[in-house]
């Protein structure tokens, strides 16, 4: 019933060698997205260290700058953002991970934490607030880079499997 | 496998719970901190109020000796670190220190440059704008409150001293509240929120780390060691007590233990029938 593919001496097949091909491009593609992961987390303890300084290296915004960009956000309201965005952040990867979606990367998470520290820098107020940001960030991204090296793991293994068992076979032929 | 799973379960949730409640905590903290200064600016307004409105008959007496009188009076307490009346050049006329009686304050000091900031000095400001926060040359943190004293009709209108309607300010009060106590207080409310995060902390990872391994790891645990270990030992086993999904995978598992027990007494006896 099953055509048998004929294929020269010594050679593997060409449909087993298209997917071993295809298997070892989606593990180059997991550990990278793994890697992924961990440069957000440093961005993110990077702007961190900077916010810690009170973004000493950045020059003072001129009263023309800030007439432009108007009155900043009272701390109040950024505080509250902060917390509905944590919390938020949290339930959807939590949803995510029972649901077993495919995680972020974490770069939007750092982006917006990045917002929180200026935002709280112009509004004068960031050296109170540093720690409810840093904490917060922690929490959301560590999470989401906890489940996005666990899913890349279990995914990793089974192509790993994969690929082993591929190469188990063309061994025994 | 057991490992994987207790991490996996664990370790997301004590990342979750920690870190919000630890950002919470910090929030709270500054919310609190803000309002009790907001607390202690009102209070320090009320008081420079109400020393404005003691010293007002002395001042449209003209009564000086009076007026020094209640200035040193008022920076005899205990929390007040400073108090001065200045006139609209800025040349401190009334302060319970001697030595910075006569002198021009510093229009660029903090306090100051909030109304003197832009050519026009502004005439209003509200009581957060009134407010400073600085550490004097003791060493102390202060909350200083510039109040201004502004004309009446009764003032232009006395016959004992010199200022027109024209004038809408005619000298400010300057006065400086100890901040200690709210540090103080700051510091208690600290080291509570820290130890009630600490206990909130515990209790919630805890619990659930508690409750994961009571109702999910050590039955897994249990089931694990009945099947992985020999045939012969796990027949004879009765398998522990479990509950919810996992007594539905054991009750699985003791019926086809069963069976196999009843095919090898089956096959035991087919044999001693057939020898």
């Known amino acids: ?173 | 496998m057991l490992s994987s799973i207790n991490s996996r379960a664990i370790v997301p949730v004590a990342c979750a719970v920690t870190g919000f409640v630890i950002a919470c905590c910090v929030l709270l903290f500054t919310f609190v901190k803000a309002d009790l200064i907001r607390g202690e600016v009102q209070h320090a307004a009320d008081l420079a109020d109400t020393v404005i409105k003691s010293t007002r008959y002395a001042m449209l007496h003209d009564d000086r000796a009076t007026l020094s009188n209640i200035i040193s009076s008022i920076g005899e307490q205990k929390q007040v670190e400073h108090v001065r009346i200045f006139n609209k050049k800025g040349l401190i006329m009334f302060s319970p220190d001697q030595a910075e009686l006569n002198n021009f304050i510093d229009k660029s000091a903090a306090g100051c440059n909030e109304c003197h900031a832009e050519e026009k000095p502004k005439n209003r400001l509200g009581t957060m704008a009134q407010a400073r926060q600085y550490t004097n040359k003791k060493g102390k943190d202060v909350l200083a409150i510039t109040a201004p004293i502004y004309n009446e009709t009764e003032c232009s209108n006395a016959t004992c001293h010199f200022h027109t309607s024209e004038q809408s300010l005619l000298g400010t009060l300057d006065i400086g509240v100890s901040q200690d106590p709210l540090k103080q207080t700051l510091g208690q409310l600290q080291n509570r929120m820290i130890v009630f995060s600490g206990m909130i902390l515990i209790l919630t990872v805890g619990a659930v780390c508690a409750l994961l391994y009571r109702q999910v790891f050590l039955p897994i645990k249990q089931l694990a060691d009945f099947t992985e270990a020999p045939v012969n030992d796990r027949l004879s086993d009765e398998l522990p007590e479990v509950s919810g999904d996992i007594a539905r995978l054991a009750k699985s598992f003791q019926e086809m233990t069963d069976r196999v027990h009843e095919l090898e007494a089956k096959a035991s006896s087919g044999q001693k029938d057939a020898s």
């Not at chain 1, 505080?79 to 495919?102: D, E, H, P, Q, W």
């Not at chain 1, 960030?137 to 293994?157: D, K, Q, R």
């Open chain 1, 1 to 173: 019933m099953s055509q048998v593919q004929s294929k020269p001496e010594g050679q593997p097949f060409p449909g087993r060698e298209n997917l071993r091909l295809r298997i070892e491009a989606r593990i180059r593609k997991l550990e990278r997205a793994s890697g992924n992961g961990l440069w957000s987390m440093v961005c993110f303890l990077l702007v961190s260290f900077a916010a810690y300084k009170g973004f000493s290296f950045l020059p003072e915004l001129s009263v023309e700058m800030r007439r432009l960009l108007g009155a900043p956000p009272p701390a109040e309201m950024i505080s509250l953002a902060l917390v509905v965005y944590a919390f938020s952040g949290i339930v959807r990867t939590l949803a995510r991970m029972s649901r077993n979606i495919k995680p972020y990367l974490g770069l939007m998470h750092a982006a917006f934490f990045t917002a929180f520290y200026l935002f709280y820098h112009l509004s004068g107020a960031l050296q109170d607030n540093f720690w409810a940001v840093f904490f917060a960030g922690i929490s959301v991204m560590g999470l989401e880079n906890y489940y996005l090296w666990t899913h890349s793991n279990a995914a990793l293994h089974k192509e790993r499997e994969l690929l082993e068992s591929m190469q188990e076979k063309s061994t025994d032929e």
